[in-house]
């Protein structure tokens, strides 16, 4: 129930919207004393309303003028029929109307209220906006600071942990895992100790780096890592080398007076000046002869040409005939 204020009210609503409304209040009230009345004969038209359907599509396309006219004494009864009903209805005008005026008349109180609420509703929700925002910043604020603090603790876990770990390894005789991956980095990184300790996980590459390289163990590490790799070269080496056989000379028993020689048959000369060319078995290079007569035939053909060949030149010589 809403509160009675003392505040005047305006004079909005003119004395004929009034005579209106009661006139039709009046229409409404004698409607209301002969509802009765009123719903049994609106039954009576629409059953009857009901049967001259029910005739009309029974209605066949008149063919003669006569049938037409009949059709057409029929569609006037409708219509006559129809306006009978309707002014029967006349009451829904009056209540439309009356409808109208009842909701002007409310809508002239709830709409102040509405627009007062609406104007409220607007400056929550713009508080409420901006509360949000604020809140979401505060939250990220706490969440950052937070992480932060995390990350400290971690870092200074971390940095105690590693004092530990290098206290250890330098009280140590033998390499740690870490260690050994740094020789190994080592190697691989071509002698950057820097590179070295990144990759095998110290905290402080660069000063792990200074600290290593002087570490007696770790030069020792080192030299005999070396000596490994030397020893196995010199191993892979020794494997791919052709053996070395040292054969007893056997001479045979035949009379005296033969005369023996060696000399060389060439099998497959592709692959004989391929193992030339390549140092292999320490063959010569003065098996691969130069024909000069071939050269003489090449120059005849190619003349200037042939200085393009690398350790030649082609000269012309004039004789007087």
């Known amino acids: 129930m809403a509160k009675k204020t003392d505040v005047k009210v305006p004079e909005v609503v003119e004395s004929g919207e009034?005579?209106?409304?009661?006139?039709?209040?009046?229409?409404?009230?004698?409607?209301?004393?002969?509802?009765r009345q009123f719903?049994?004969?609106?039954?009576?038209?629409?059953?009857?309303a009901r049967q001259t359907l029910g005739r009309a599509k029974q209605w066949k396309a008149p063919t003669s003028k006569e049938e037409d006219q009949v059709l057409v004494d029929r569609v006037r009864q409708a219509n006559a029929d129809k306006a009978v009903i309707e002014k029967h209805w006349q009451i829904t005008q009056v209540v439309h109307r009356f409808h109208r005026r009842l909701t002007a008349a409310r809508d002239r109180g709830v709409g102040p209220l509405e627009e007062a609420v609406g104007i409220g509703n607007a400056l929550h929700n713009g508080y409420a906006e901006v509360e949000r925002r604020r809140a979401r910043e505060e939250e990220d604020r706490l969440r950052r600071e937070a992480e932060e603090r995390a990350r400290k603790a971690r870092d200074k876990e971390l940095a105690d942990l590693e004092k530990q770990a290098v206290a250890a390894e330098e009280a140590s005789q033998d390499l740690s895992e870490r260690e050994r991956r740094w020789v190994a980095e080592w190697f691989r990184n071509g002698g950057n100790a820097t590179a070295a300790a990144r990759f095998a996980g110290f905290q402080d590459p660069i000063a792990t780096a200074a600290r290593l390289t002087t570490s007696p163990k770790i030069r020792a590490a080192?030299?005999?890592?070396?000596?490994?790799?030397?020893?196995?070269?010199?191993?892979e080496a020794k494997k791919a080398a052709p053996l070395e056989v040292k054969s007893a000379k056997v001479e045979a028993e035949v009379a005296s007076g033969d005369a023996s020689r060696w000399c060389c048959e060439i099998l497959d000369e592709t692959v004989l000046i391929a193992a030339v060319i390549g140092g292999k078995h320490g063959i010569p290079w003065d098996v691969l002869m130069v024909s000069q007569v071939k050269l003489n035939e090449y120059a005849r053909g190619m003349h200037e040409q042939l200085d393009r060949w690398p350790g030649v030149r082609a000269h012309k010589k004039t004789t007087i005939r």
Not at 222 to 235: N, V
């Open 18 to 35: 009034l005579a209106l409304v009661a006139a039709e209040g009046s229409a409404l009230e004698r409607f209301v004393v002969g509802l």
């Open 39 to 48: 719903f049994s004969e609106a039954l009576q038209f629409e059953s009857a």
């Open 222 to 235: 080192i030299e005999a890592q070396r000596s490994a790799d030397i020893l196995a070269a010199q191993l």
